[in-house]
């Protein structure tokens, strides 16, 4: 599969139309030194700093590079940049994906230049991540305290090992494409369309399925019934 950069944010999933040239992910660590009386210096190891991602790119203003990944879901610019806007004025994090690498985490949008060139109406960007970590407080509660626990009466309820569709199986499609998995944007319909899942979401979505094509590129979500494992 080829890697697409992706955002998602409150349900909808959108895939940048033009992959960078590069991409940079930066893991800095965190340890520290101390001087120890008699021994020296030691290392004392710490968790890494917040991860940060910066590309560049650019978004066309026509679906007429024969490189443009979205070519089934085209959206023009203005799209990316108010997606991007409104993010950042929510004041909330992303979820950044790059398919076909480990980066799979939230995170805040730093900094977001775009500008004009002589030309085309496409539009030059340039985005910074940094990993989000949520800061929560645990509560613990106790109950029959000095008591003897009685015996439990849970089950374990595990997920059904009927839904064999996974990330990354071929499938045979025939349903109507979304835009998300709520089923905002309904878009061409497929008929014995062999593509690939990339994503899934399993708390109870109408259109619980992502669907690339074969090379990877964004085709759209789709009802259960309209995939078949093969």
Known sequence: MAMGIFMEYKGLLIQFPINPEELKLKIEGNNDTKEVVKFG???IAKDCKLATVEFESFLPEKN???FILTKNQFEKPKFYIDFIERVRKDKKPVRLIVSDTKINMLALIDNFEYSFKAGPNDIYYT??????REARVKEVKVSNYGT???KSTSKN???SSANNVTSGCTV???GRLHRDSYGSG???TLRNYKGKINFIKRDGRKYPYHVTDMHGGWMGWVTKDSVRVI
């Open 41 to 43: 210096e030691i290392n």
């Open 186 to 188: 309904p878009g061409m």
């Open 148 to 150: 003897r626990p009685g």
């Open 64 to 66: 007429n590079y024969p």
């Open 157 to 159: 309820r595990g997920g």
């Open 172 to 174: 045979i499609v025939n």
């Open 127 to 132: 985005l910074n991540f940094t990993e989000f």
